[in-house]
Nanobody, 125 residues
Framework: EVQVVESGGGLVQAGGSLRLSCAASGLIFDDYAIAWFRQAPGKEREGVSCASSMDGTYYGDSVKGRFTISRDNAKNTAYLQMTDLKPEDTAVYSCALAGGYYFC??????????RGKGTLLTVSS
């Protein structure tokens, strides 16, 4: 059984930093592109970042220069390092994996093969 579990969310003050983790099991982690999505209350889910061996790394415009996606294949874990956090970053952050030589350009939640349930980040002003 494949499991994708996020952790690391919490309450942070504006301007602060936090790192989210995404632990995957039950699959060959190296074979998958990784992506982070977020959904704020009352808003649609949006892509935050995606990283693939096929076409590199992508970031949403609102997080460019502040967030960094990474992975440790030896630990089957992906990360999202977030800096200079803003109240508008408040959302549930979910990790997802896409296999089959996935290209991240145009990445979408519906394309993902496996998805986590998310972890809540709250940024206070």
């Amino acid at each position: 059984e494949v499991q994708v579990v996020e952790s690391g969310g919490g309450l942070v003050q504006a301007g602060g930093s936090l790192r989210l983790s995404c632990a995957a099991s039950g699959l060959i982690f190296d074979d998958y592109a990784i992506a982070w999505f977020r959904q704020a209350p009352g808003k649609e889910r949006e892509g935050v970042s995606c990283a693939s061996s096929m076409d590199g790394t992508y970031y949403g415009d609102s997080v460019k220069g502040r967030f960094t996606i990474s992975r440790d294949n030896a630990k089957n874990t992906a990360y999202l390092q977030m800096t200079d956090l803003k109240p508008e970053d408040t959302a549930v952050y979910s990790c997802a994996l896409a296999g089959g030589y996935y290209f991240c350009s145009g990445y979408e939640w519906e394309h993902m093969d496996y998805r986590g349930k998310g972890t809540l980040l709250t940024v206070s002003s």
